[in-house]
């Protein structure tokens, strides 16, 4: 599909997999609205992009504020009327045990990875809905809402609840007859900096000092984490290229990785026969 002067919609914008979406989509000519808590990088993007005659839309603010990502909206729409492409796709992870995990830990992915999707579609679908032209609402969940890892148990969790609101959300649209068509994007692990996403975290909702960062067991998850991003990143550019062909081509769940296919089909086999989970096999 041709993105020259289609309109995108990107929270998430100043890192991984939204930084290259909207170098990419910047690249082919689509007019971009932009969103991140982190705004040293939003702001050297936007700056990258004016450079080359690309001047976005920059906001800077959490997807866990609702009235935030309304006014976004708003901003939005005044600028450019109508929307083509809104990807939800800020995200954060945190490690540990189901137990050990500190609360503060599970109340940040819940509000960033679940919420800050529903925020998004709250903001954005009505409008979307309105609009005579076929749109698209692409949720970035992941594998982990499709297989269960043993490393990162808030991180699943919030990706389990985000996929399957994009999957109520679709269903959800068919019965208005709604030109706005959702998808879910299943990465595995892609090459960013996510690891590093505590550095985004408001002072003062968390305590850094917490005993349980210091446990041999969160050093251990932290380092296996540590070693898969290493060695089984897939390149941000792959996945981006793939995730813009899978939604033009009209797929709803995206799945960067089939070498995880076979895991994913075992995974519902071993549910319908009532299998205890197993460890993925990377």
Known sequence: MNHNDKV??????????GAQLTRKL???????????????????IADELAAAGNRPLA???DVSDGDALEAFAASVYDAYDHVDYCFANAGVIS?????????ADWDWLWQTNTMGPVNTIRAFIPRMIEQPEESHFITTASIAGLLT??????????????????????????????KVRAHAICPAIVKSD??????????GTWDPADPYYRSDDFRTRAAAAAGSMESM????????????????????YILTHPAYNPAILGRVQGIVSG??????QR
């Open 95 to 103: 490690i540990g045990s189901v137990w050990g995990t500190p609360k």
């Open 8 to 17: 995108v919609v990107i929270t998430g914008a100043a890192n991984g997999i």
């Open 275 to 280: 299998a205890r989970p197993t460890l993925v």
């Open 149 to 178: 890892v043993e490393n990162s148990p808030a991180y699943v969790a919030s990706k389990f609840a985000s996929l399957s609101l994009t999957e109520v959300l679709e269903l959800q649209l068919q019965q208005q007859n709604a």
């Open 59 to 61: 906001a800077v603010l």
């Open 233 to 252: 990143a897939m390149p941000t550019e792959q996945a981006v290229d793939c995730i813009v062909k899978a939604v033009d081509d009209g797929v709803f």
């Open 194 to 203: 996510l690891l590093n996403c505590a550095r985004h975290r408001v002072p």
């Open 26 to 44: 910047a690249a082919e000519g689509a007019k971009l609205a932009l969103a991140d808590i982190d705004a040293t990088n939003l702001n050297a």
